[in-house]
C-alpha cells in the first residue's frame, strides 16, 4: 500500500468519526453542536433533572473568551433549579453566549434568555412569564416553611432576573400569580429597554 492511498484511508476514517460523532450528539438530550469556536446548544425541550445539563455547563464554565455559544431555545419551560443552574453556568463564563427565540419560549425558559447578552427573535415567538408552580408534599408546619421560603427566594430571584425587562408593577404582578403573554415585537423593545437599563445601572455604580 503506497502512501498517497494510506493517507486517503485515514481520511476517509476520520471523516466518518467526526460524522458518527455529530449523529450521536442528536440523539443527546441537549444536543450541542461545535464549528469550531462556535457551540449551537438546542434547548427545545421541558427543563428537567439538572444532570441533563452536567455537560451544556461545564462547556460554558471552561470555555475562552474567543468561544461563542448560541442558545436555539423553543421550550415551556421546567425544573426552575435547571434554569438556575444554565444561569449561574452563563454568569461564570468567560464566552459570548446569545440565544434565538422560536416557537414557544416560556416559565423558566425566560429566566436563561434574561442571562444572555443578546437575542434573536422569530417572527411567530410566543414568550411567556409567569410564577412557578409546584407540588409540595410533607408535614402542614414543613409544607408552610418551605412554601415561605421559597416564595421569598423567588421574588428575589424574578426582581434580579426581570427588572428592565418588565416594570416593577409587572414584577410584582406575576409573583401575585398573573401571566404575562407577548410576541416577537413586544419581546423586542423590552430586550432594548433591558440594555439600557443595564447600561445605565452600570454607569451608576462606576
Not at 498517497?4 to 449523529?23: C, Q
Not at 464566552?95 to 419560549?105: E, P, S
Not at 424574578?158 to 406575576?174: A, C, M, N
Request: proline residues 2%; aromatic residues 10%.
Amino acid at each position: 500500500m503506497d502512501k498517497e492511498t494510506l493517507e486517503t484511508i485515514v481520511k476517509n476514517v476520520i471523516k466518518n468519526m467526526k460524522n458518527a460523532s455529530s449523529a450521536t450528539q442528536w440523539d443527546d438530550y441537549v444536543p450541542i453542536i461545535s464549528e469550531k469556536d462556535t457551540h449551537y446548544v438546542y434547548l427545545a425541550e421541558q427543563f428537567n433533572d439538572p444532570s441533563n445539563y452536567n455537560k451544556l455547563c461545564h462547556m460554558l464554565i471552561t470555555a475562552s473568551e474567543y468561544e461563542t455559544f448560541v442558545l436555539m431555545i423553543n421550550s415551556p419551560g421546567g425544573m426552575l433549579d435547571s434554569a438556575f443552574m444554565i444561569v449561574d453556568a452563563i454568569r461564570f463564563s468567560k464566552a459570548k453566549v446569545n440565544c434565538r427565540l422560536t416557537g414557544t419560549v416560556a416559565s423558566a425558559a425566560t429566566i436563561v434568555v434574561m442571562a444572555c447578552e443578546d437575542i434573536i427573535v422569530s417572527p411567530n415567538l410566543a414568550f411567556m412569564v409567569h410564577n412557578y408552580s409546584s407540588g409540595i408534599q410533607g408535614k402542614g408546619h414543613e409544607m408552610r416553611a418551605r412554601q415561605i421560603f421559597i416564595d421569598n427566594q423567588l421574588a428575589k430571584a424574578f426582581e434580579s432576573y426581570y427588572l428592565g425587562f418588565l416594570t416593577e408593577d409587572e414584577i410584582k404582578d406575576v409573583i401575585e400569580g398573573k401571566d404575562l403573554w407577548m410576541g416577537d415585537e413586544e419581546v423586542m423593545q423590552r430586550w432594548k429597554n433591558k440594555k439600557k437599563f443595564s447600561k445605565s445601572s452600570q454607569e451608576g455604580v462606576s
